[in-house]
């Protein structure tokens, strides 16, 4: 089919075009007060042209896929180039010498009878409950997903990579003298039998249970110690700032800070598209381009940016295998953990904030100056070790500064979803908007 | 897509496990975007949204399949997979009826403009922004456009298409002055086509956008401390979005997770406070002629001086509830089972006067723009960024902060807006929640909030 489209593109005087091409089937199933809430099944494919016209390329994407709408996509396509007035480098990949290979397990969860997965829910849902805080559980989510992506071009390029997997959790709701608290433990797995209810029920209880009775604290300046997760959180939104897209519209302040040093010198912010424990591994990008791994920031120094074919262009560097979703991303970026344990990074704090929860990462952050303002939760930290809940704070600061500003590492290195790892880190000083 | 006759006959199929509500979401959307950067047309792209949702339903339990295949064979497919969940006798389908009018205002669709048009219109803004100061170092302006088509056939009758054209555009600058880099943004957006360019006055908000960036470079970091907030009108309503607007959604209330639950009839906030949330405002971007569930939209009271009027809500949420469905029912596209959601949500204007509400602040922060929130509906905590704020000292706004996040609890918040004025605007924004990201208005006039906690990176030791 992809052939013959590609014929029809070339015969309306495409110079070249490549079809990227993903077909998505999903379960989604939720459980509430024991009952099937939602069961949400979905089979989904999707194409995405890219093509050039007059050396200028543009995109169009679609999922009727008859060939009727095929033919006005591609017209739409040449439309759409030819109202583009710059000149940016127009590139259609003919393919990278090699490629890595996947060796991950792709387990069909389809395998699993619908019932089992159900029943694993009810077990979690049920398993939170029997706790004297849990008011209730909000709501208690499975999905498996199933991705196969093939990407097709002019060039005799023919690639395509597959991922399943499959993720549940729960949130429970705590409640103790109207304080009111939310908790969740996510678990993404590649086969059905990881996932391991007790331990999922403990998190979300042990999580929730210390959250209760949380108090303001004094606005001042502390140190602050993120959890993993809140730094991965963290350095994924600031991910854009190493994007060779945003160092040609001006938009990162690293632009002409390759080969400077950007942070404290034991920081290396590494992507590696195929790290060992990570959940999600790419042998290409979305233009063919294979993945490697690459250090973006190494003792402390920016080493240059992401990039996909046109940046690569631009800049006259090798593309790095960064083109996803359209844009420029990052496959598995993380900031290195040391030998540090976490008990052992904060024996020194004396008065200190441990912040395990973030809200409104898309809203309180600014990118390109690097400033954040944020509202947080977590604990104290009195005399090195984590003592009361703390809540409604605002955690303030600059990355840029901040990463210059830390005092330790710890070696607990996590994953979040979407692939940004990092260990839990202290920092040295940050301002807390709480009381008065 | 599928005729009438063929629709009835899988709503039958649908129903013939035990299912006494069966519903089929038909979607062919067309999207486009076109960016400016720097006085070049850098990208075009365009994007098709195309398929069936199916849903099933038995007292209040739900399934729910969707594919991009709309042909009878494939629907009848998803239909076989959901209808296995259900064992138990035949529930008959009322006859489809006739197709009620939708209202389209739409004086010139995405298709009709040329290119050049577009791209004359999204050049000339940006050459505005960049030749506005010489530390502006960049400037961003897109034209988004969306006409979605849709067919809502359930078995309960209903048989509606609406056609939703949305258009927005987008403003924005960077400045930068030694190594400082501030971004201010617009992106004002209407239910209608490339008229818009006649309804707002783009040129003038292209100079706002640029001076705001200019203004943010002079700005102090704000020192963390609980103070008066003077909230401006406009997007300012995203306040009442976040920490009440939510909360009144019957996805928070039927689980009891919202504040509100059990509370109509009650006192929730000062006396002056009078909210809607009105699906059916004209070329409002938060607008639809029918929701997803293919109910007519309506204005829904809220919240009158001070009392809990009204929640919003779907159907299926209604039965939880005992409750009639409010015309609220919205979807991202039919990969999404709808649910409820808000549309055009506002705080009703009051008496007072925007000056007059400035003097009458001794000290506090007036939050001229604002960025965007979060609230956790079962605690009722919520955040927002102030994009562009100002100090008010003795009645007096004085110099320019940044940084700001205004935290709080909503139902708090409500009690504590002493001061409504009579400028209400609205602000455009893509609210995402459980079915997916949607087009909303926030709105509100120039309110003040006696106290709230604002934190920021000022006054660091």
Sequence with gaps: ?436 | MLDKKILQELINEALSTGADFAEIYLEDTMSSRISVTSGDVTSTSASNVFGAGVRLILGVDEVYGYTNKITYDSILSVIKNLRASFSGKLFESKPLQNKKLYTSHIKRSMTEVSSKEKTDKLQHLNNLISSYDKRIVQSVTQLLETEQNILVANSNGVYQDDVRTYTRVILMAVAKENDLMQQAYEGPGRFMGFEIFDEIDFDQLAIEVATSAITLLTAEDIKPQVMPVVLHNGFGGVIFHEAVGHPLEATAVAKGLSPFVGKIGEKVGSDILTAYDDGNAKNAWGRLSFDDEGMPTQKNLLIENGILKGFLIDQRNGKKMNMDPTGSARRQSYKYPPTSRMNSTYIAPGKDKFEDIIKDTQYGLFAKKLGGGTVVPATGEFNFAVQEGYMIENGKLTKPVRGAMLIGHGKDVLFKIDKIADNLEFGQGMCGSISGSIPVDVGQPTIRVSSMTVGGAGGRK
């Excluded at chain 1, 805080?133 to 498996?144: A, D, G, L, N, S």
């Excluded at chain 1, 519209?249 to 598209?273: H, M, Q, W, Y």
């Design chain 1, 1 to 436: 089919m992809f052939e013959k489209w590609i014929e029809l593109g070339l015969k309306k005087g495409l110079k070249d075009l490549e079809i990227f091409a993903v077909r998505h089937k999903s379960l989604k199933l939720s459980v509430y007060q024991n009952k099937l809430d939602q069961h949400v099944i979905s089979d989904v494919e999707s194409v995405t042209i890219r093509g050039i016209f007059d050396d200028k390329l543009s995109t169009v994407r679609f999922e009727h896929l008859d060939t009727e709408k095929v033919d006005q996509m591609l017209d739409l396509l040449i439309e759409n180039a030819k109202a583009l007035t710059v000149k940016e480098p127009a590139i259609i990949y003919e393919g990278s010498s090699e490629y890595p290979v996947v060796k991950d397990e792709l387990f069909d969860f389809n395998q699993i009878d619908v019932k089992d997965k159900i029943d694993m829910l009810k077990k979690l849902e049920s398993g939170i409950l029997n706790n004297e805080h849990v008011k209730q559980v909000q709501t208690t989510i499975y999905q498996e997903i199933d991705t196969k992506t093939t990407l097709v071009n002019s060039k005799g390029l023919n690639l395509s990579r597959q991922n399943t997997y499959a993720y549940a959790y729960a949130i429970g709701v705590f409640e103790k003298d109207d304080d009111i608290k939310t908790a969740y433990d996510i678990k993404l797995v590649k086969t059905f039998d990881e996932f391991n209810v007790d331990e999922m029920i403990k998190t979300t209880l042990d999580k929730g249970t210390a959250k209760l009775g949380g108090k303001s604290v004094t606005s001042d300046t502390y140190p602050v110690v993120f959890s993993n997760e809140m730094f991965a959180d963290i350095l994924e939104v600031f991910s854009s700032i190493f994007s060779g897209e945003a160092a040609f519209r001006n938009l990162t302040s690293l632009k002409d800070k390759v080969g400077v040093k950007i942070a404290d010198e034991r920081i290396n912010f590494i992507d590696d598209p195929l790290y060992k424990d990570a959940h999600f591994k790419m042998p290409f990008d979305d233009e063919g381009v294979a993945c490697k791994k690459r250090y973006v920031v190494e003792k402390g120094v920016f080493k240059g940016f992401n990039h996909n074919l046109k940046t690569a262009k631009i800049f006259n560097e090798a593309p790095t295998g960064n083109s996803f979703g359209g844009g420029i991303s990052t496959t598995n970026l993380y900031l290195e953990p040391s030998t540090t344990t976490f008990d052992d990074m904060i024996k020194d704090i004396k008065n200190g904030i441990y912040i395990t929860d973030l809200v409104g990462l898309h809203a309180g952050v600014k990118t390109i100056s690097g400033e954040f303002s944020l509202q947080a939760s977590g604990f104290r930290i009195e005399a090195g070790i984590i003592t009361t809940p703390v809540k409604m704070i605002v955690v303030s600061g600059n990355y840029f500064d901040m990463l210059n500003d830390v005092d330790q590492f710890a070696n607990d290195l996590k994953f979040n979803l979407s692939g940004v790892g990092s260990p839990s880190v202290s920092i040295k000083n940050l301002v807390i908007g709480g009381e008065a």
